[in-house]
């Protein structure tokens, strides 16, 4: 198509020259923020600084022409500190702490061979298309690993922060913060608290305040953080007393990077390639490969989801583009790298319009890097540090408890079983107990084994271009690769609309039914038609859109209604004004204790009201409470409600909220 009437902004030279206004201001605001996040990242992986600095440059330079994503950033992320700090423990190196050593050096190079391994294998999943692997782990379990990762930063970072070093697991890390906080030293800490307010503090501003949303606060952070180190003199070695305690400054809290012009040409390393014949560098590849692959692709999935135009991202070609990425920058010293989430959602909001964007925010590092980096060199670590913990916060946020809870129980209970599990044992462990949580709780909800890694699904063929899927037994995370590949197949390659059946099923998780959606809008971008039915035949677990459903009847209340026959007319009504969508009147006579005189002797059967409505909960409710104040206190009347299964519960919910009256509005009339 020609670039004049393109719609579409692509990647192209056509679009590189269209766009590059878009392109050029974008990559520089996404500079802006990227430059210190990839000098914290680094640092706090056990790295040094410039390291972080490589990877994004490579992933700016190499990517651009292998991946068709377009708005993705690829680079360090906050995601990977923990397996890349744990590599380098694990080699016998504690990173920036006490300064980098000979011994941190000898780490770091063996956790470059690591990366260098593990680059190769994710060159080899693009190749095999193995992208799909992304869809295999279930939302509740990486969200917990995120969430973990997020909580590990923020401990490791917080000691940073107020000048004092802190090493060991995350419960000997919780039990050292008062530690932390008595012995904080104070010139330090002023910086580090300072920059902590105001990562903080601008996000709660950006929201209300449409100026400050434009202007990155790791940005107001350097231009505060930098002058306070200079006054305060840390490129000296110096002591100072405060309190009646002397403490140190120096070098060793700003940014370990060399101040001279093209020093980033000396800070190139090579990998120490005999640490492969040791069995625990292997451990570590396999970790590097496994959580770096899958954080890069649903990074770039959901900047898909983000994306104005909804370009799609081949995730093979994009796994491909990482690892080759990888393999060059862990050749010359840099740490591995991803598409990155945060500086993606940036690259989009500061109008973005291709690929070429990530392209000159790598230009801007190299220039930026290689000219100036005595400025980069006045960047106390604390500033780096605050910006870290508040990105670790961002991981652990409330919100995603609270997000997490609101879609169900049993999701909420993976989310925080993996969490545990990761703080408490090592990231791949955790993940492995969280996978097993959730497959134990498929188990007891009534999937069968032979289920849970097979999709049984029929194939009917109902016009040309047209075909019904029923599916039985279940539809969940660990059998959803080979139940989309058959729906890709049959719909996006052989070009046919599909109609989805899974009433017949024992389950559907929240993994699938979320993944479900997100495939019927692929299907929409092709103009072609998945529709899915029966899940309304299946009960939810919650509210929520995305709920775990279970194949037992929806559950609802029947309200059964005995009582005189002149109340019909005030009482039909009523129910429907409250929003009850039908009702039963079935003959009835009958006697009961109303119709007994004072000596129990039966005065005769008498021709009575039966009625009958099935409503949600939350609706019989509303009808008990109207009963309680407008009938019981004045008529004779016996009132039931019993738990029933329906078919299809949404013909018994009210149709507008219109429908409903208050039960105040009722009884006033």
Not at 471 to 486: G, K
Not at 547 to 554: D, H, Q, T, V
Request: glycine share 8%.
């Amino acid at each position: 198509m020609d670039s004049e009437h393109e719609t579409i902004p692509r990647g192209n030279a056509a679009g590189f020259v269209r766009y590059f206004l878009h392109d050029v201001t974008s990559g520089f605001l996404v500079f802006l923020i990227a430059l210190p996040l990839c000098l914290a990242i680094a640092t706090a992986s056990g790295f040094p600084p410039v390291a972080g600095i490589f990877t994004a440059i490579a992933g700016a330079f190499i990517t651009t022409f292998i991946s068709n994503s377009e708005l993705t950033i690829k680079g360090p992320a906050a995601g990977l500190i923990v397996i890349v700090i744990g590599c380098i423990t694990d080699f016998g190196g504690d990173g920036a702490a006490g300064g980098f050593s000979a011994i941190d050096t000898q780490a770091y190079r063996a956790a470059l061979a690591v990366c260098v391994m593990a680059a190769v294998m994710q060159v080899l999943l693009g190749l095999f298309r193995g992208g799909i692997l992304g869809e295999f782990f279930p939302s509740a379990v990486v969200h917990g690993m995120l969430s973990a990762i997020g909580v590990i930063i923020m401990l490791k970072q917080f000691p940073v922060v107020l000048g004092v070093p802190a090493t060991g697991d995350p419960i000997e890390l919780i039990r050292h913060i008062p530690h932390a906080i008595m012995h904080a030293n104070p010139a330090i800490a002023l910086i580090g608290v300072i920059c902590l307010l105001i990562m903080f503090s601008w996000s709660f501003l950006g929201s209300k305040v449409a100026l400050l949303k434009r202007i990155p606060p790791q940005l107001v952070v350097l231009l505060v953080a930098i002058p306070i180190g200079i006054a305060l003199r840390l490129s000296i070695s110096h002591t100072y007393n405060f309190g009646g305690t002397e403490y140190s400054l120096g070098e060793n809290f700003l940014v370990a990077i060399s101040p001279k012009m093209f020093g980033i040409f000396d800070a190139f390393q090579t990998p120490d390639f005999t640490v492969l014949q040791q069995f625990k560098a292997w451990k570590w590849i396999f970790m590097f490969f496994a959580i770096g692959s899958l954080e890069s692709m649903l990074s770039a999935k959901a900047v898909d989801i983000i994306d104005p135009w909804k370009r799609k991202t081949d995730l093979n070609n994009d796994t491909l583009a990482v690892g080759v990425a990888n393999l060059a920058v862990a050749f010359v010293g840099g740490q591995p790298m991803i598409s990155e989430i945060v500086r993606s959602r940036a690259n989009i909001d500061n109008g973005a319009r291709t690929r070429f964007a990530d392209l000159w925010h790598g230009v801007f590092l190299l220039v930026c890097v290689a000219l100036i980096p005595m400025v980069l060199h006045q960047i106390p670590m604390a500033a780096l540090a605050a910006m870290l913990v508040f990105t670790g916060f961002r991981l652990a946020h409330p919100r995603e408890f609270i997000h997490v809870y609101q879609i169900g129980r049993e999701q909420f209970f993976i989310f925080v079983a993996t969490l545990i599990s990761v703080l408490a044992t090592d990231l791949l462990i955790g993940i492995g107990i969280g996978v097993a949580t959730k497959l134990a709780i498929h188990v007891m909800n009534g999937v069968s084994i032979k289920s849970l890694f097979k999709p049984f699904l029929e194939v009917e063929s109902v016009g040309e271009h047209e075909c019904r899927i029923v599916a039985r037994e279940s539809a969940v995370f660990s059998n959803w690769i080979p139940f989309r590949r058959q729906l890709v197949d049959i719909g996006l390659v052989q070009r046919q609309n599909i109609t989805l059946d899974l009433a017949n099923t024992k389950m559907v998780d929240h993994s699938v039914v979320e993944k479900l959606f997100e495939l019927k809008k692929e299907f929409q971008a092709e103009g072609l038609l998945l529709k899915i039915e029966g899940l309304s035949d299946l009960t939810a677990t919650s509210s929520h859109k995305y709920s775990a459903r279970l194949g037992r009847l929806p559950e609802m209340k029947c309200i059964t209604i005995v009582t005189g026959e002149h109340l019909e007319a005030k009482l039909v009504p009523a129910i429907l004004q409250l929003g009850a969508t039908g009702f039963t009147i079935l003959p009835c006579r009958g006697a009961g204790v109303f119709h007994f005189d004072e000596n129990g002797s039966s005065i005769g059967t008498f021709q009575q009201l039966h009625l009958e409505t099935i409503v949600p909960e939350s609706l019989c409710n509303e009808i008990l409470s109207y009963l309680r104040a407008e009938i019981i206190p004045d008529e004779k009347i016996i009132v039931t409600v019993t738990s029933v299964g329906v078919i299809r519960p949404e013909k018994f919910l009210p149709a507008t909220p219109a429908a409903f009256v208050p039960v105040s509005q009722l009884v006033e009339h």
